[in-house]
């Protein structure tokens, strides 16, 4: 008997002894593909040139290139600072956030807020609150698929992989006039099969900055009405089109009018400058209170499945901020502050390349709305930015505009024109053999 115990004993040492690698367990998972923002930004990191310039980055800088904590955010800090988050305080703050979330979108005196038809839910910012949507889609339309803009914001396409719905596009951008592409995409509506959910930039489009008028937009919610599409608005830089609130959500108070039932996710990330706190809004329009009921505990089921329940303090910032109108009229005169910033580089930046006598037509750059410029440079040209310049975007072409200060405008400006000159003069080239 003591033999066998030895010898067992000896088993599992040996085991214990042996080498910690489990064989075979993981050895099929290899590396994610990079994301491509974050791979601007790694990229932009390794490099250790003093005049580097990240135009990657989705969220706003001043005129330094720094991040910014706005003042109304400083002051809600000092309102809340000493609050114990206790569970019941944190119930009551997710409440009054959504309340005055679904305000900001759909209008103070919109019917559907004061008689309670929808479904609103805090989220882990604009990505959290398309993810839960995502989810919900797939439980409820699981045979259905998402359109999406060409192109789009790339993360949009792993949120609804992730979900396992099916994804198709619709053309959005025009190549050639940089702008938006508006007899193509009323033609995708009008084809795509009745019932179709669509994912919509209200404004301040990523990563084109192409905007539809206000006409367009009507002319879009009248084939979403003829077909029974459903329209699902990404609003992540409410704000930053035009610097006014009630002008971006423009295009959901169309729909609203046109009695759509419509979805929305919401981001403060880079209108409060809140990236790090992750807090957002999913609401979704209902043929009444009985029926919002019913959404939002189903919505409320996913995420707790997900995540359990989101952070506090984040959300305490932005409630108080929404709720109290000192606070909150501070933070829409710093957000057209933040707007006019951005407007103003485009128009500086335009002006410096064509003062270099480019051959090109850079008028896109003050047409397009936003945090992004389209630029229309190749992936080519803009690993020559990074490789020469120091100049660092995502390979579309796509400029954060708020990484464009007065420090750097001219040298951005001399940079592009050199690629873009160089491109044309190469095409020149070709054109004069080929002939």
């Known amino acids: 008997m003591y033999r066998r115990y030895l010898a067992r004993t000896a088993r599992r040492w040996s085991f214990s002894t042996a080498s910690p690698r489990i064989v075979g367990c993981w050895d099929h998972v290899g590396p994610a593909p990079k994301d491509p923002i974050n791979g601007v930004t790694e990229a932009f990191l ?5 005049s580097k310039i990240n135009l990657g980055v989705g969220a706003y800088r001043d005129d330094k290139g720094r991040p910014v904590v706005l003042q109304c955010v400083r002051e809600a800090e000092a309102k809340i600072a000493g609050s114990v988050f206790l569970e019941s305080l944190s119930a009551v703050v997710n409440s009054k956030m959504i309340e005055e979330s679904v305000k900001l979108v759909y209008g103070n005196d919109s019917d559907v807020v004061k008689e309670g038809r929808f479904a609103g839910v805090q989220a882990l910012s604009g990505t959290g609150a398309c993810r839960l949507f995502a989810e919900f889609q797939r439980r409820f339309h699981p045979e259905s698929h998402i359109y999406f803009p060409d192109p789009t914001w790339s993360n949009h396409h792993n949120i609804w992989r992730d979900a396992q719905i099916r994804e198709r596009t619709y053309h959005y951008y025009h190549h050639d006039s940089k702008g938006l592409n508006f007899a193509a995409l009323i033609d995708d509506i ?8 669509f994912l919509l930039h209200p404004c301040a489009h990523n990563p084109t900055g192409a905007d539809p008028t206000e006409e367009q937009w009507r002319e879009i919610s009248y084939q979403f009405k003829v077909k029974n599409h459903f329209p699902f608005f990404d609003m992540a830089y409410q704000g930053f089109a035009s610097g006014d609130l009630d002008k971006d959500a423009q295009a959901i108070r169309i729909f609203l009018e046109d009695k759509h039932l419509i979805g929305c996710a919401q981001s403060y990330a880079k209108n409060m400058g809140l990236y790090g706190h992750r807090v957002g809004c999913l609401s979704i329009l209902c043929s009444d209170s009985k029926q919002g009921a019913a959404i939002r505990s189903q919505l409320q089921q996913i995420a707790r499945a997900m995540y359990g329940s989101p952070p506090v303090h984040g959300v305490l910032l932005v409630s108080t ?5 000192d606070l909150k009229s501070l933070w829409v005169d710093e957000l057209k502050d933040m707007a006019d910033r951005i407007r103003t580089m485009r128009t500086t930046l335009r002006e410096n390349i064509e003062k270099l006598g480019s051959p090109l037509c850079w008028e896109h750059i003050t047409n397009q709305l936003g ?6 440079l190749s992936p080519d040209q803009v690993d020559r930015l ?3 310049f120091h100049i660092y975007m995502t390979r579309d072409g796509r400029i954060s505009m708020a990484g464009v200060t007065t420090g750097n405008v001219n040298y951005v400006a001399n940079a592009i024109h050199e690629v873009a000159s160089s491109g044309q003069e190469e095409a020149k080239i070709l054109c004069s053999i080929s002939a």
């Open 46 to 50: 390794a490099d250790p040139s003093p």
């Open 190 to 197: 009008k084809n795509a099969p009745h019932g179709s959910f």
């Open 386 to 388: 990074a490789r020469e």
């Open 321 to 325: 901020i929404l709720s109290d109108s």
């Open 371 to 376: 945090m992004f410029c389209f630029s229309g």
